[in-house]
């Protein structure tokens, strides 16, 4: 009896909680050939209805200030979560944003967020969209009070299957946005299968343009998930645009016109591409790197090497380069029912 | 009927077991009473009749500051830190009970200097959401329309001064307003400026005694005036909006040193 006395008090094991939700965990795939998982599961363990939760308050309008712009507006399934043919979004008044929307897939890998990398932790994330004048134009305790008010759907409900009681705070509501991100893994391209042994899931042309881009390309989109996560200049003419990337962050002028090594997972879907959208194909994207590269002060020193700029490519390898791009495309990922708009809620 | 034997005598147990003393400071008190002047006068807000040092008019809207890891020194040397859980505070110049800081819990005894950062501290800027809570919660009802937090660089905002000047250059609206937003706590994962200053403010001759019967109050003064006149004199004119930049750091110094004790009152 002694021993049950000191286990009630003890604070590491706490009595068990009678409102915590009999809810399904979810697992979340971890291809073995992924680098290891960033994100914490252990701090936020994934669950049917936290996921569930996630996805409706993703696809909910009520995030921004009048109720137009969700998530999923500028962040749209079919095209990888990304703003199909916007080279910067259009937020809330049909303000236009600063920077082209990235995919939002295989978040739980990611170490930090935004082309500049100003975010570092996914719970602290979707905090930045809803306040951002350009985007929802929201405050937070607005959201936390709209959603506590919610009768359709009944959010109190929806996060006290989630989460054991209808309570609706900060780190709820950000965690269950993260539970539906970081479940959002896309690793069934045809090159996903392709690693997994099917030797010939890759036509010889795409298997020559793996080749090439590991020989060119993989310096900065290195590994399975196509990008190093570091932040470069990649030669872009900056002259037209104040846009000083990873500087706004650091304030080292070190940083000045670096963004972040986007993965190429679904890049054929993608489109338009750079941190500003000004490429809208991936042709136009190799052309830069074959023969447009500036030379700046930070200019990365993978772009200029033998005192050359650029990417040495001939036409022919640009295009086994692209075409083995296109086997990146997860078409599973784009059409899989369990991350679309659930019907309600005012994604656009 | 067994199982429900079980369960009360398992929480009779319980109980039992968790009798423990009382803590013997569990009721003593120190308060933290912030008075925010300029100069020697308090602050009036909306009031443009302020001067700095190189003779610019200015008002103050908006006055905003973090408080956070208090700690106290005994005249025996000792010294006595605020649990960090319970030591964020945010003072706001138009909410008068976030002015007056009551730290519970103190031991017994005499306390000679009081210290605390201005500002989060790097280590709390970087933790789980779970963590901030309370002042440190962006999605708590206070921080609306003074957003004390940067979510697209994720960081705290340390101090917050607004107000107008005449000698500010009109913006697009027709205003001439100034806006200082100090944070940067030295960078997640890459190195940038670190704005955290703390503050040591010994109490002079008048020891803070603290008792079971005796729950002093300390009035901490902050002088606005100083954020522009201090070992940098800083120009509305030139330095109008001052946010995430190198600059802030000047401001940070300058800040560092406006706050000095009003006051111990037993």
Known sequence: ?348 | MKKLFFGLLFIAAALQSCKTDPDPNEKNTLTLSFLNKVGTQEVVLGQESYQNAVGETYGVTTYNYFISNISLKKSDGTTYTVPQDSSYFLIKETNPASKKVTLRGIPTGSYTELSFMIGVDSLRNTMDISRRTGVLDPGDATHDGDGMYWSWNSGYIFLKLEGTSPQVAADAAGNRKYRYHIGGFGGYNAKTFNNLRTVKLPLGSIAATVGPDQQPVIEVVSDISKIFNGTQKVSLAQYPTVMFADYSSTIANNYAAMFSIGGVKD
């Open chain 1, 1 to 348: 009896m002694a021993l049950f006395g000191w286990a009630a008090c003890s604070k590491s094991t706490p009595p068990p909680d009678p409102t915590t939700p009999t809810t399904e965990t979810l697992e979340m795939p971890q291809p073995s050939y992924f680098p290891s998982v960033v994100y914490d599961l252990k701090s936020n363990p994934l669950t049917y209805d936290g996921f569930q939760l996630g996805r409706s308050l993703f696809y909910d309008g009520l995030l921004s200030r009048n109720g137009t712009i969700a998530c999923g507006t500028c962040h749209q399934q079919a095209v990888a979560f990304t703003h199909h043919g916007h080279d910067l979004s259009h937020g809330i008044d049909d303000k236009i944003g600063m920077r082209n929307a990235p995919p939002i897939q295989n978040m739980a890998w990611s170490k930090e967020f935004f082309w500049d990398g100003g975010v570092h932790q996914l719970d602290l994330f979707p905090i930045a969209p809803i306040e951002n004048p350009v985007e929802m134009d929201e405050k937070l305790p607005n959201v936390l009070q709209k959603l506590r008010d919610s009768k359709n759907p009944n959010y109190p409900e929806l996060f006290k299957k989630a989460f054991g009681t209808t309570d609706i705070t900060t780190e709820r509501f950000t965690k269950a946005l993260s539970q539906f991100m970081v479940f959002l893994v896309s690793n069934n391209s045809r090159y996903d299968l392709y690693l997994r042994g099917t030797t010939n899931a890759l036509t010889a042309t795409e298997k020559e343009g793996l080749a090439l881009f590991k020989q060119k390309c993989a310096t900065c989109h290195a590994g399975e998930l196509f990008t190093d996560q570091s932040f470069r200049n990649n030669g872009l003419d900056n002259s037209r645009s104040s846009d000083q990337g990873r500087f706004r962050i650091t304030q080292n002028p070190d940083d000045l016109f670096k963004f972040k090594v986007p993965s190429l997972r679904n890049v054929g879907y993608t489109s338009p591409y750079m941190h500003d959208g000004r490429f809208s194909t991936l042709e136009q994207v190799l052309n830069h790197y074959a023969t447009n590269v500036q030379k700046t002060a930070t200019l990365d020193p993978a772009l200029q090497t033998n005192g050359q700029l650029g990417i040495s490519m001939t036409d022919d390898e640009k295009a086994k380069i692209i075409a083995f791009l296109k086997t990146l495309s997860d078409e599973q990922f784009v059409k899989d029912y369990r991350f679309a708009d659930p019907g309600f809620g005012k994604a656009f």
